[in-house]
């Protein structure tokens, strides 16, 4: 079963192994039962937000239930675990992200599953920019003030992250190999803890998600210095990005649809062509924008171009993680 799972449709494969899904015919009868999707945090978070919304207009646009299961633990793996492990018919889906796809193998000497090989890409679905952000009375009113105070007392400055070698953190280390500045990392669980204990004020700095600033920036509570984005957010349209301040660090969470390797090319096709139609609505498309994600293009959310999009983060991430030594045992 596990040879016949990777024999096709790898992401790792020469050419993608994707080549006929460019030009899909609709997989016939499918799906003709629920669908699951397991996502591998916990109700609530920003993925799971996201993967209710959007399969419930893929649901409409197939006909059939996509019932979303939670699946926690060991930073996404559990999850991933869950589905590569399942039959590949297209009935189990995950909803991947940064964790188990890309930041998980650069870091962890054993996994449970292969990422490069274990996965047929489907659809990337978003990108959610990371900010970095202070109490509204901080004594840092920009982003050079806080460099600065870095650079002249290096590590005296904590800053918080969702957590040991998650993508906020990783987005820190970027931050600090470009400017040289040196900050105190302090990881949480969760984004949403972070930004309670810089409320708090019980760390003065954060590296969040945009989706979990936003709210606090909107009643005063925060300001944000800077985002690390391509280009400004139209939620927030005077932050300016990392770039605009000669800083070339780009961070995002992102999320993306997944089947196990070996689901057949159509019924990949179908549940590609379900994205792309559920994402086009232009009600769901505001929804989105209100939570700070950005939709991928619509040649990321094919097989092809997603599968591209996973190799070029995995190889930025292993880069990261060598040169900042991040290793979870």
């Known amino acids: 079963m596990q040879a016949r799972r990777r024999d096709t449709l790898t992401f790792a ?26 996502v591998p945090y916990g109700a609530g978070a920003n993925s799971d937000v996201q993967a209710r919304l959007i399969t419930a207009r893929m649901s409409e646009r197939l006909g059939q239930p996509f019932v979303v299961e939670n699946r926690a633990g060991a930073g996404g793996s559990i999850g991933a675990d869950a589905v590569a492990k399942s039959r590949p018919d297209g009935y189990t ?83 600090m190999a470009a400017t040289g500045a040196r900050v105190t990392h302090v990881p949480y669980r969760a984004s949403s803890q972070n930004v309670a204990d810089l409320l708090a004020g019980n760390v003065p700095t954060s590296m969040a998600e945009i989706s979990t600033v936003l709210p606090t920036w909107r009643s005063g509570q925060t300001r944000v210095l800077a985002i690390a984005a391509a280009q400004r957010s139209a939620l927030m349209p005077d932050v300016p990005t990392l770039r605009e301040s000669g800083i070339d660090v780009v961070g995002a969470s992102w999320i993306g649809l997944l089947a196990p390797a070996g689901t057949p090319r159509e019924v990949i096709a179908a549940l590609s062509d379900a994205v792309v139609a559920a994402l086009s609505e232009a009600a769901l498309r505001e929804r989105l924008r209100e939570l700070g994600t950005d939709l991928a293009a619509e040649a990321e959310m094919r097989p092809e171009g997603f599968a591209q999009f996973i190799r070029e983060e995995q190889a930025r991430t292993r880069r990261v993680a060598q040169q900042a030594n991040i290793r979870v045992e």
Not at 13 to 38: E, M, S, T, Y
Request: charged share 15%; hydrophobic share 50%.
């Open 13 to 38: 494969a020469a050419g993608l192994g994707l080549a006929a899904a460019a030009h899909p015919a609709r997989a016939a009868g499918f799906p003709d039962r629920p669908v699951r999707v397991i």
């Open 93 to 175: 889906l995950l909803v991947g992200s940064n964790g188990p796809l890309a930041v998980n193998p650069a870091v962890q000497a054993r996994m449970l599953y292969d990422a490069t090989k274990d996965f047929a890409p489907i659809s990337l679905l978003s990108r959610t920019s990371h900010t970095i952000a202070v109490r509204a009375d901080s004594p840092f009113r920009t982003l050079a003030d806080l460099l600065a105070a870095a650079k002249a007392d290096p590590g005296k400055i904590a800053m918080g992250s969702s957590g040991n070698a998650s993508a906020t953190h990783f987005t820190i280390e970027m931050l």
